[in-house]
């Protein structure tokens, strides 16, 4: 059973950093693309940050770029979040997802609905 577990989340004051994690069971990263989404209450889930597996190329939502950075880890089958310069509004619980190799151009890969799988979330709570 594909299997995505999220973890890192916690609480932060503003302009501090946290470090999400990704860990997949049941296949490799590098039939998947991966992405990182977030969720606030009252409000549909959005695209963040993703990684490409057919080249490692990173996407960002405007609102993260120069402060959040994807990277991966295929070894130990893990993709990051690093979060730098937090703020109140990037309180939300952080998702992550598998979306297919295929899944290439930059729109799609920051669309949840082009994800197959999915974690069960982690809790960022960024505090002003």
């Known amino acids: 059973e594909v299997q995505l577990v999220e973890s890192g989340g916690g609480l932060v004051q503003a302009g501090g950093s946290l470090r999400l994690s990704c860990t997949a069971s049941a296949f490799t990263f590098d039939s998947y693309n991966i992405g990182w989404f977030r969720q606030a209450p009252g409000k549909e889930r959005e695209g963040v940050s993703a990684?490409?597996?057919?080249?490692?190329?990173?996407y960002y939502a405007d609102s993260v770029k120069g402060r959040f950075t994807i990277s991966s880890d295929n070894a130990k089958n893990t993709v990051y979040l690093q979060m730098n310069s937090l703020q109140p509004e990037d309180t939300a619980v952080y998702y992550c997802?598998?979306?297919?190799?295929?899944?290439?151009?930059?729109?799609?890969?920051?669309?949840?609905?082009?994800?197959?799988?999915w974690g069960q979330g982690t809790q960022v709570t960024v505090s002003s």
């Open positions: 990684i490409s597996s057919s080249d490692g190329s990173t």
């Open positions: 997802g598998a979306s297919p190799i295929y899944i290439v151009a930059e729109s799609l890969l920051l669309l949840p609905g082009t994800y197959d799988y």
